[in-house]
Structures are given as structure tokens and as C-alpha cells.
Nanobody, 136 residues
Framework: VQLVESGGGLVQTGGALRLSCEVS????????IGWFRQAPGKEREPISC????????????YYVDSVKGRFTISSDTARNTVYPQMNVLIPNDNAVYYC??????????????????????????WGQGTQVTVSS
């Protein structure tokens, strides 16, 4: 299992970045993808997730309140890649951004939001992270 993030960088306040999280060793069929960030001196923050393809929920991805309306996440099964899109970036978004996955066996009736709102500890494998810096 491997996850590789890319796309981070320096952007001005109000700008946008699209990250990529390319995965290998598993499929989206039965794995949930989570998106997290960690700012200097702060705890890791769960910010978004996509359910596995076999999940019974159809409400779409979860987003933490601080990014709702600004960030979106999508997946491309053919490319085995997840794309976190970040718009209207602000200095508070400065952080290292990570994608992670977990195998949802037996949990296809639970939205990934439940795990994210409880810290995201279910996520097992993590990428190396990509730095996002927003200048004021």
C-alpha cells in the first residue's frame, strides 16, 4: 500500500491549489480515503474523506466546517488518484497535508465522517505529506 501526495506549494491569500494523492496496492472499492493536515505546533486535523465505492451512503464526501465551501475532494478510479481542490486559501490553511486510507471491511454502512469526527484514527496507511504555504 502506498500513497503519494503532490501539488503543494506557495500561494497568496485567496489563491487555489489542487493536490494529488496517487494510491497503489488497493482500490477505492473497499477503502476510504481521508485527507488531513497538520500545522506547526498543532495536532493533526481531519478535514475531509471519501467513502469507499461499496459504502451505502450517497451524501458525498465529508468536510470539516473550517473548509466547507472552499475545499472539495474527488477521485479518479482509472488513475487511482484522489484530488483535493483547495480554493480561497487563507493563512490559517498553512499546513502539511496528508492523504490516508483504511480498509472498510464490515463498515460499509457507516459514513467516513464518523471516523473523521472522532479523530480519524481508523486510517492506517499514510502518504508523506505535501506542504501548503499561504502568504498574507
Amino acid at each position: 500500500v502506498q500513497l503519494v501526495e503532490s501539488g503543494g506549494g506557495l500561494v497568496q491569500t485567496g489563491g487555489a491549489l489542487r493536490l494529488s494523492c496517487e494510491v497503489s496496492g488497493f482500490t477505492f472499492r473497499d477503502h476510504s480515503i481521508g485527507w488531513f493536515r497538520q500545522a506547526p505546533g498543532k495536532e493533526r486535523e481531519p478535514i475531509s474523506c471519501i467513502n469507499s465505492d461499496t459504502n451505502s451512503h450517497d451524501e458525498g464526501p465529508y468536510y470539516v466546517d473550517s473548509v466547507k465551501g472552499r475545499f472539495t475532494i474527488s477521485s479518479d478510479t482509472a488513475r487511482n488518484t484522489v484530488y483535493p481542490q483547495m480554493n480561497v486559501l487563507i493563512p490559517n490553511d498553512n499546513a502539511v497535508y496528508y492523504c490516508a486510507e483504511y480498509y472498510v471491511f464490515g463498515k460499509t454502512d457507516i459514513h467516513c465522517a464518523y471516523d473523521m469526527e472522532n479523530g480519524g484514527d481508523q486510517y492506517d496507511y499514510w502518504g508523506q505529506g505535501t506542504q501548503v504555504t499561504v502568504s498574507s
